[in-house]
C-alpha cells in the first residue's frame, strides 16, 4: 500500500514536498512512480525511479520536481519548486514496472487516495 500526502495550497511560484509512504513492501525493491489528474484529463507521469536511483522526468516538469527515497523510512518524496497553476491537481504514487525516459511508466497494484495541489495566489 502506498499512501501520499503532503498535498495543499501554495503561491504560484512556490515550492512544496510530497510524501509517499509504503506498507507491505520496501520502496528500495520496486520502481516507483509520481502521477497527476486534473478533473477531465488523463494522468500524467511527472517523475519515476527504478530500484538503482535513475531518475526521470517529462519535459514539463524538469527542473523543477526532484523525486528522491528513503529507504529507512520507507518513503518517495517529490520536492516541487516554481509551481504554477498548471501543477495543479492531484497527486498520485505508484508501484511501476519500469521507470520511462519520460518520467512514466505502467503502474500496477492499485491507486492511493491521492493528495491535492493547489497553486493559487
Known amino acids: 500500500q502506498l499512501v501520499e500526502s503532503g498535498g495543499g495550497l501554495v503561491q504560484p511560484g512556490g515550492s512544496l514536498r510530497l510524501s509517499c509512504t509504503a506498507s507491505?513492501?520496501?520502496?528500495?525493491?520496486?520502481?516507483i512512480g509520481w502521477f497527476r489528474q486534473v478533473p477531465g484529463k488523463e494522468r500524467e507521469g511527472v517523475s519515476c525511479?527504478?530500484?538503482?536511483?535513475?531518475?526521470n522526468y517529462p519535459d514539463n516538469v524538469k527542473g523543477r520536481f526532484t523525486i528522491s527515497k528513503d529507504n529507512a523510512e520507507n518513503t518517495v518524496y517529490l520536492q516541487m519548486s516554481s509551481l504554477g497553476p498548471d501543477d495543479t491537481a492531484v497527486y498520485y504514487c505508484?508501484?511501476?514496472?519500469?521507470?520511462?525516459?519520460?518520467?512514466?511508466?505502467?503502474?500496477?497494484?492499485?491507486w492511493g487516495q491521492g493528495t491535492q495541489v493547489t497553486v493559487s495566489s
Open positions: 525511479m527504478n530500484i538503482y536511483g535513475t531518475t
Open positions: 507491505g513492501f520496501g520502496v528500495d525493491y520496486v520502481a
Open positions: 505508484a508501484k511501476i514496472s519500469s521507470c520511462g525516459r519520460n518520467g512514466s511508466g505502467n503502474m500496477f497494484g492499485s
